[in-house]
């Protein structure tokens, strides 16, 4: 067999080279289950099966007639330096061993006599060292040859980001949506190293315009990190942001570098920064006054380098004036403030948010769809959102799992949704919450949105809506029309999500 074709064997090559016989029987029978194995009793023979096979491991004797095995290692490291080399002896002379390291490069020395277990072993921990050198050494090599596409690779991975976040194509929104003045706001402050400030609910999308603002800034080859500060209790979140030395506290195996001093010359962002204890504001505030920490256990003060993005869902005005966020933290923090619109104000943004996160979810989940019907946008363009898009991202994830035709329609969505008023409901809510109307107004309220959330989940199909609710098709019908509730004609028009 020649070398080229040894490499495709899937066995490991293994020499063994001794003078006497029966321990080359005895070695091969050890290691044949696991390993190609060649013998020699020679080194002259071992040569030469050398030249012709591919070898990865030589298991030599030490005592040879013609060659010590210290010998014979140091010609095979001179030749075929890669081979991993063991020397076996059945004398432990501490003087040998040293030659044998330092002459032979020897890997391991094993005395006799040795257990078929244990030889078994050092054997197999011989191979994958020869594994890891050759992956090592073809890793080096692409590092050398391929520094330029290396380069290409990474920049095009950074034009890849920038694109996402990019304030004018990257936040999904419809051309007349009130969140263009936030993407406004976020190119202008963009180039600027000053501190911002996203201040809106949960859900807005605070994180993507803090992205928007790194990878459209001067930082932009730095790295981006981010913390959600109302997650960890302080100590937690002191060691998260600032590092910790072993030993610091219990736990504390281990040096662990903070994210400040990972996003050093790039941006971090601080998310639910208005949940922060009192004390913990005055350690951040100092951090963000003189630009340097201190990891917890150490006396060292490193100095950092980065701009600070933070968000709340809170007033932070008002949380100074009740004593509970410091003031001058609140304006270290906000040079400039973005207030992140919910997304009840973005009606208008709802249809394409649906149809990008739709996409979004059809890659992750695997699972295509054409889009959604006319019926089905327009109940989610009368819901409120109390968890804005993230809520909206939920639903929809929801509505592909349940999906079994090409366009998703509203009967796939949620009950409660599907019962949200319209957008003229604060007069019919009022009546709900006994503010203004009669009793019968009131009942006649819940009645019709308990007639359409069900007819929308029949598709509706009047027999099985009547059928669910208890009355005949005559009723039905009358009531429909007294609550005008016939369905629009363009309701079962699809809406692509490609749109």
Not at 332 to 360: G, K, Y
Not at 379 to 406: F, H, T
């Amino acid at each position: 067999m020649d070398i080229e074709a040894a490499k495709l064997t899937s066995l490991p090559s293994i020499l063994v080279v001794d003078d006497e016989p029966r321990a080359l029987e005895t070695v091969a029978r050890i290691l044949s289950d696991e390993f190609d194995v060649h013998t020699a009793g020679t080194t002259a023979e071992a040569e030469q099966i050398l030249q012709n096979e591919w070898i990865q491991v030589l298991l030599c004797d030490h005592r040879m007639p013609d060659m010590s095995g210290v010998e014979f290692c140091t010609m095979v490291r001179d030749k075929w330096p890669e081979i991993v080399r063991i020397i076996v002896s059945g004398y432990t002379d501490s003087a040998d061993i040293i030659d044998a390291i330092n002459k032979g490069g020897i890997y391991q020395f094993i005395s006799k006599p040795w257990h078929p277990e244990e030889l078994t072993i050092q054997i197999r921990n011989a191979v994958e060292l020869f594994r890891l050198q050759r992956q090592n050494e073809q890793l080096s090599v692409e590092l050398k040859i391929k520094p330029a596409s290396l380069q290409e690779s990474l920049s095009e991975k950074r034009r890849i980001l920038q694109a996402r976040f990019n304030w004018e194509h990257g936040i999904v929104r419809s051309p007349e949506s009130c969140m263009n003045r936030v993407c406004n706001l976020v190119r202008q402050v963009s180039p600027f190293d000053v501190s911002v400030l996203l201040q809106g609910e949960s859900g807005t999308g605070k994180e993507l315009c803090a992205r928007a603002l790194h990878y459209n800034s001067l930082r932009q080859d730095g790295p981006f990190v981010a913390e959600n500060c109302a997650a960890l209790p302080d100590e937690l979140l002191e060691s998260e942001l600032f590092g910790h030395k072993r030993g610091a506290f219990t736990g504390a195996v281990d040096d662990h570098i903070g994210l400040l001093e990972r996003a050093d010359g790039g941006t971090i962002f601080l998310d639910e920064i208005g949940d922060i204890s009192p004390a913990f504001q005055v350690k951040l505030l100092r951090v963000l006054q003189e630009g340097e920490i201190r990891p917890l256990g150490s006396n060292r003060r490193r100095l950092v380098d980065v701009r600070v993005i933070a968000a709340t869902n809170k007033d932070l005005m008002e949380e100074v004036r009740a004593g509970r966020f410091r003031m001058d933290l609140y304006y270290r923090i906000s040079t400039f403030l973005i207030p992140v619109p919910p997304l009840r104000e973005r009606t208008e943004d709802i249809e394409p948010l649906a149809h990008a996160l739709l996409n979004e979810i059809m890659e992750q989940m695997g699972k295509k769809v054409k889009g959604f019907t006319r019926e089905a946008i327009t109940c989610l363009q009368n819901y409120q959102w109390p968890g804005n898009v993230r809520q909206l991202q939920n639903e929809i994830k929801r509505m592909l799992v349940l999906a079994s035709d090409e366009y998703m329609g509203a009967e796939l969505i949620s009950p409660e949704i599907l019962q949200a008023a319209p957008d003229d409901a604060q007069q019919d809510m009022a009546l709900l919450t006994g503010m203004e109307g009669s009793l019968k107004e009131r009942v006649e309220f819940l009645e019709a949105r308990i007639l359409k959330e069900t007819l929308i989940r029949h598709r509706w199909n009047k027999t099985r809506a009547a059928q669910e609710l208890g009355l005949s098709r005559v009723g039905l019908r009358s009531k429909l029309q007294r609550y005008g509730l016939e369905r629009a004609e363009d309701m079962d028009k699809p809406v692509s999500a490609e749109a």
